[in-house]
């Protein structure tokens, strides 16, 4: 493992990963989620953006304006920095600027490279030629290098290079197509799901790669389209099809054999998902609900019974809830050892007494927007904790921490080369802000 | 070539699937995986789809590893896991909090067996805190992550992710969590306890909107929010199917407006203006994609290097020639169903890839065999604990 540098590193390298350095090029969600995990399970990240064109979480041009909730901080004055996209999804990182066209920015890249664990990135699969930066071209500066590269279809096949982001790669990986109501059309997710799945999956894969150069000295090229990874996760609908010829239908809120299996809506306009998964819970449900009678109905008699009068049973469950406050049902059906729970936005989230029993959420000071709360980390060790300690990076805010501490560049270097828009924090000059 | 995990003998005691997805993952990658069921099985053998009364859902999430029965009830049973465990690196379950406790294998007693070891639990809410005793699936974890407010359209309820995906997130997280303390211990001879609660690896992914609505000044309803901008990424309706066109710059909009056969809409400031100009522009754009094949438009609106999607079914997927290109289906032989051509890589690793070992185990398969290479076990004693009812 490469020396931990100079820049202040507190607690958040404590976890597992704790020694290793990545030095990314990633940007959006499914990339930099992919390499926030690895700084939020310990490892030293570098995240490096273009100096010239914006990472479009941080809303893809200097002129972004500050979001409305944040205008009567007067710390918040430039949108790039006070992004919520890019904002939640770079914990723990440091932000290095380059100018990778010009060929001062590409040179220090390829100091840096040596001094790394894994390289990263996520874009269309012929840029990092287009730089040099191919993983052959790697090999040459790093023999060992590890190199994850995160693209919407892969490193070969007829739509290799064909642009993708969450929003169709969810339709290309089949999971739209199982997204949605039953009477309905398919649906993308809320938002761009496909890229932290694509993220975890490169997180792991990296970690792979760290354990097998660890044992071997050898070092290794990660292919990861985010369409597989992506068709990993509808492995059920995908060997229906293969072993049944039969293609699933969307299903709502609909389970494929458990009934009552549904969101329903609560008197207080709230709404309460409740799933009954066996003949006790059946039972139970019956019992909390006050509604003895269904449990000799012979229309719910099993629970095959129950699912072929689902719609019934719906209307006769949402009889029920309309009457009751979502809160009052949580806590009879929970109580009664269901499962069950209101459905939260995020003011909900923010409170759930289990994340904040567990710390999972957590409050960071940011120069820009001030102390607001994060999601953490969300795996526990027991004896490596990781920690969300860093909040995001101001663009290139460790620009100069980084060069002078890992590559020993003077100040007059250092000054030289913002100068001529290769490095350096904030807009660049000639920029407008 | 040697696989990552060549090395690494995991013990499997989860059940359905988040669990059993982190650990095939782990034997994909070449550990030794143990499934141990209890002596009724793992009741993931009864999801669909069910071929001849075997799973294929089971079959795909259990491959690469072999299976026992062991009953954790019986004192001798217990004995045996923690005498199974002092051969293992990892071990993998889905318990509800302090069940393995009460039986003796707990992480504490795990420890002591086989100092270094890795214990991994996923389960709803984690191990600790006042839900951890609650009962949760992946509709319950839609609900309490956000994500379920934020799917799905205005008016209508909220959304759960299709099929498995809280579990499958939750069971990415686990394998992230535990190759991470595999390769801690590697270096420091420590294991550890790793907690995942399926609820926070799906809060995880709601960060951008949890932070969001901090920095924002109404917290507008998820799903009413999401309709004005979608009236052509939806996806909506193509001649064939549905299609999807995201288009994030304003030269994507106009070669895609042009393509379309809308060249009076390929202007920049209908670009910037999109979403407040929905209801004159949806009508018009839609109808121009409803004309079109989505491969025919696909291809040709990739050729302007502008993003798009088609929304492919399952049938789709097995038919694609980019899929088919990769090679991402695998044929393995399973028992009783054959020949299947399952998902296979969730990534392709140059030195160390992915690869099916073998298919799933038939129920206690692998009893004997494991009873006899692990504990030396000889077939009279392995008669006598069956017939008492500690192995199956």
Known sequence: MTDAAGYPKPEAHRGPLKGVRAIVLTQAWAGTFCTELLGLLGAEVIQVEARQRLDSWRGGNFKAQVPGGLRDRPTAVHGYNTNALYNSVNLNKYCLTLNLS????????????????????NFSPRVMGNFGLDYASLTKIKPDAILISLSAYGGSGPYTNVPGIGGTIEPMSGMSSLLGYEDGPPMNSGQMYPDPVAGYFGAAAAVLALRHRARTGEGQFIDLSMQEANMTFIGDALMEFALKGSVRPRMGNHHLTQAPHNIYRCADGQWIAIAVRSEAEWERFCDASGHAGWGSDERYLDNGARKRNEAALDVDVEAWTSTQTADDLEAKLTAAGLAAGKVLGVGGVRTNPQLRD????????????????????????????????????????????VLSTLLEMTRDEYDALEADGITGAGAPPGYEE | MTAVLSDIRVLDLSIDVAGPFCARLLGDFGADVIKVEPLDGDPGRNLE???????????????????????????????????????????VESFTPGYLDERRAGYDLLEAARPGIILTSITPFGQTGPWRHRPGNDLTAYALSGWADMNGQAGKPPLKGSGSQASFVGGIAGFLGTVSALFYRDQHDVGQHVDVSILEALTEIYGPRFLGAQHADANAEARATRDRQDFISGPVPCKDGYFALTLSRAHFWRDAMNELGLPELARDDIFWNRVSMRDELAGKVQGAIAQRDKYELFERISMLRAVSGMVLSTEELYANPHIQERGFFVEVEQPVLGRVAMPGAPFKMSATPFEYQRPAPRFAQHTDEVLRELLGLGPDSIAELRAAGDVG
């Open chain 1, 102 to 121: 010009d060929p001062r920015g590409l040179d220090i890249f390829k100091r840096l490279v040596p001094l790394s664990d894994v390289i990263a990135e």
């Open chain 1, 358 to 401: 567990r710390d999972f959420i957590v409050e960071l000071d940011h120069p820009e927007t001030g102390r607001l709360e994060y999601v953490g980390v969300p795996v526990r060790f027991s004896e490596t904790p990781g920690a969300a300690t860093l909040p995001p990076p101001l663009h290139g805010q460790h620009s100069w921490e």
């Open chain 2, 49 to 91: 789809p069910v071929v001849e009364g075997v799973s294929g859902f089971f079959s795909y999430l259990n491959s690469d590893k072999r299976s026992i029965a062991v009953n954790l009830d019986s004192t001798q049973g217990q004995a045996l896991m923690r005498g199974l465990a002092r051969q293992a690196d990892i071990v």
